[in-house]
């Protein structure tokens, strides 16, 4: 069993950075596909960005050119650096993890086995 626990999360006004973290423990994180969801109030949990354990990365594209997703595989952790924030990005933010290995989900729901509680991030305009 997996378990990742969020931080990082808090009030930021538009146009401002929040650097989030994802500490994982319970397997070998240098092999997981990571990835981060969101879900605002009404609305369903959607994609952000993932990067693959081969360091490859993929993008929202309501977030490309403003989030950048990363790992330290000897830190056990995954980042979301995010700037030039809107309110729309206003939600709860989820870490993922993936140890299938090789399914085609990477923005999808169903792509990830292991879910961490969630942060808040707020953006006020």
């Known amino acids: 069993q997996v378990q990742l626990v969020e931080s990082g999360g808090g009030l930021v006004q538009a146009g401002g950075s929040l650097r989030l973290s994802c500490a994982a423990s319970?397997?070998?994180?240098?092999?997981?596909?990571m990835g981060w969801f969101r879900q605002a109030p009404g609305k369903e949990r959607e994609f952000v960005a993932a990067i693959r354990s081969g360091f490859t990365t993929f993008y929202a594209d309501s977030v490309k050119g403003r989030f950048t997703i990363s790992r330290d595989n000897a830190k056990n952790t995954a980042y979301l650096q995010m700037n030039s924030l809107k309110p729309e990005d206003t939600a709860v933010y989820y870490c993922a993890a993936d140890r299938n290995g090789g399914n085609p989900y990477v923005d999808r729901l169903r792509g990830y086995d292991y879910w961490g509680q969630g942060t808040q991030v707020t953006v006020s305009s």
């Open positions: 319970g397997g070998t994180f240098s092999t997981y596909r």
